[in-house]
């Protein structure tokens, strides 16, 4: 028996940003964005346009960062509570980043204390709010606009927490992918690398379905088809096209089957080396395929639909895949002591999301080892 649930009204295309008043419907908004200091100043001619669509909203949070923290959040959440009108909804136009702090904003209605006490005891989760989001993404990669948690930081504490509620699954979700023709390479490759390990991570995982599977090897093909040439190629639309779509259908994937290893190993890298999430996420791709290589009859056939009959040449062919984007799957350049990488798996392995992993830790230490 399996089960594939996303409850997110999904509206895809060039052009769909323009459906945002009629999505929005007159309710009292709050805007959540960059700044301009994050934005370069594309974002101010975004809210303009949101404007445009939907009227002004009753308040504007614009502190948003990368890897929201507690302190920032906090600050977000007194902006929100700022608002002279009750707030009927929210609209999430950024990154992954703006959806997290989207999805925190929801679940606090103007109380951070809420949402931490929730991410440090487990306890008050039925009083958190329910806010309705509407996702406007302008990167492809985080598939956070078709999820139910945001990641959370502890900057201070050095951890990291999860916010997970059904109902913080957004209303709607509008993936245009016009907004995002202006990313930088830097942000493009990340964003598509964190789409790639979405996907990959969605079918080496004790979750699988037959649903998120399908999803999750049209996603992979086309990061791996399209990533390199759009990467050279920035204002190609029907490239970033294909990368939204790959993202949204990864996105798609993993809201039903979570992430695993790689990503249980890129939070340390994250929060104590500055590895964007995208890298620090993807870059141990390889060794996770050569590891998980056997595992599991479904998984094998699907990875051999991806990347050919041979396994072992496919990992090598993600790896050359990743080199020609830059990215180096060593973990030694990514500022892990080789020394250090076999208890980084370990702790990854008992971690949350570690425990999706389909594979077995002695197959990852014989490919340490190799």
């Known amino acids: 028996m399996w089960r594939y649930r996303n409850p997110v009204d999904v509206r895809f295309g060039p052009g769909v940003f323009e459906a945002l008043g009629g999505v929005v419907a007159g309710r009292a908004y709050c805007l959540v964005t960059y700044d301009d200091a994050n934005g370069g100043g594309v974002f101010a001619e975004l809210t303009r346009r949101v404007v445009a669509l939907a009227g002004a909203p009753a308040v504007t949070v614009c502190n948003i960062g990368p890897n929201p923290d507690f302190a920032g959040l906090a600050e977000s959440c007194r902006t929100y509570a700022s608002s002279t009108r009750p707030v009927e909804a929210i609209v999430a136009l ?18 951070f204390e809420r949402v931490r006490r929730h991410l440090l005891t487990g306890a008050g989760g039925n009083d958190l709010g329910r806010t309705p989001i509407i996702a406007v993404p302008t990167t492809a990669g985080t ?47 990340s964003t598509g690398l964190d789409a790639l390990s979405h996907a990959l991570e969605s079918i080496w995982n004790v979750n699988a379905n037959p649903v998120s599977g399908a999803l999750a090897e049209v996603a992979a093909r086309e990061v791996i088809d399209a990533l390199p040439v759009l990467a050279d190629d920035l204002g190609n639309e ?7 779509r790959a993202s949204l259908f990864a996105g798609l994937a993993f809201s039903n089957t979570r992430t695993a290893l790689a990503h249980a190993l890129s939070y340390h890298l994250t929060l104590h080396h500055g590895v964007p999430h995208g890298i620090a996420c993807s870059f141990s791709l390889p060794m996770v395929m050569r590891a998980v290589a056997g595992s599991d009859p479904a998984c094998d056939a699907a990875l051999r639909r991806i990347f050919g009959p041979d396994l072992a040449a496919g990992a090598a062919r993600l790896e050359i895949f990743l ?48």
């Open 94 to 111: 950024g990154g992954g980043s703006v959806m997290d702090a989207a999805k925190v904003l929801a679940a606090a209605s103007g109380d």
């Open 323 to 370: 080199k020609k984007l830059g990215i180096s799957p060593d973990a030694t350049d990514h500022g892990i002591k080789a020394a250090d990488w076999s208890r980084l798996i370990d702790d990854a392995l008992a971690g949350e999301r570690g425990k999706n992993f389909i594979g077995r830790r002695e197959s990852l230490v014989a490919e340490l080892a190799a």
């Open 238 to 244: 029907a490239l970033r096209t294909r990368l939204a």
């Open 143 to 189: 598939g956070s606009e078709v999820t139910s948690w945001a990641t959370v930081w502890d900057t201070e504490a050095m951890k990291k927490y999860s916010l997970s509620r059904d109902t913080l699954h957004p209303e709607v979700a509008l993936v245009d992918p016009l907004l995002t023709t202006g990313l930088p390479r830097a942000v493009t490759i």
